[in-house]
């Protein structure tokens, strides 16, 4: 049985720009308790509000999902996004496809380049920890031998990679432009590792 949270996001995914009372007429709930679930469904980033001009007066309030509350149900953008892979593959060479991912990942990496101008290695490595989070990674890293060792926990990838293993290139890509160091990948979970572990080693300074 669905959760009061969970009829209200899917109202809202049926019928966005919802106000409160129109959630509270589609689940059967008082206002004051929609209102409640909207702040904390707004807290936990599914939902945000919208103010809409509706006639003279004051503009009301309407409730959107955001991009992270629309993940929270099924869709087809895996199945879509295999099958797109697939194609690519048999009209383009292979080389050419694991340098369209490796641009992909430049691309990115050129958004924060301002971002990490002047911070050490390891400020660079909290950086793309958070980064990588935003995209939808679990990232750890450790310094072990002299050495930083980044672990991804957990990758949105994996299920696309098992398919087609290319698209790993993003994230090691992404991580080598970020440290301005090659990440060498040790550990994969495609190849049965708990995680997938980059090391990087880094530059010793001359004296």
């Given amino acids: 049985m669905k959760s009061t949270r969970d009829k209200i996001l899917q109202s809202l995914l049926k019928k ?3 106000t409160i009372n129109d959630l509270a007429e589609a689940v059967g709930i008082n206002p004051i308790s929609v209102r ?12 945000e509000s919208q103010e809409e001009r509706h006639g003279v007066g004051r503009p009301r309030l309407v409730y959107v999902l955001t991009d992270e509350g629309m993940e929270h149900f ?6 879509l996004t295999t ?3 697939s194609q690519m593959k048999e009209t383009i060479p292979g080389p050419m496809v ?7 990942a430049e691309d990115l990496a050129n958004e924060y380049v301002n971002d990490i101008k002047g911070l050490s290695m390891e400020e660079r490595l909290d950086f793309v920890k958070e980064m990588l989070a935003q995209e939808g990674f679990t990232v750890e890293w450790e310094k072990k031998d ?3 060792q980044i672990h991804e926990i957990s990758c949105p990838y994996y299920q696309i990679g098992v398919a087609h293993p290319e698209v790993c290139t993003v994230d090691q890509t992404l991580i080598s432009k970020m440290l301005a160091l090659p990440a060498n ?7 049965g590792g708990a995680y997938c572990t980059y090391v ?3 530059i010793e300074k001359t004296k």
């Fill in 16 to 18: 966005p720009k919802s």
């Fill in 36 to 47: 409640h679930h909207l702040t904390n469904l707004q807290m936990e980033g599914l939902v």
């Fill in 74 to 79: 099924p869709t087809r953008y895996l199945r």
């Fill in 83 to 85: 099958r797109l892979i």
């Fill in 98 to 104: 694991s340098k369209l991912f490796g641009q992909i």
């Fill in 146 to 148: 002299g050495q930083y």
């Fill in 185 to 191: 990948k040790v550990q994969c979970i495609l190849s």
């Fill in 200 to 202: 990087v080693q880094p």
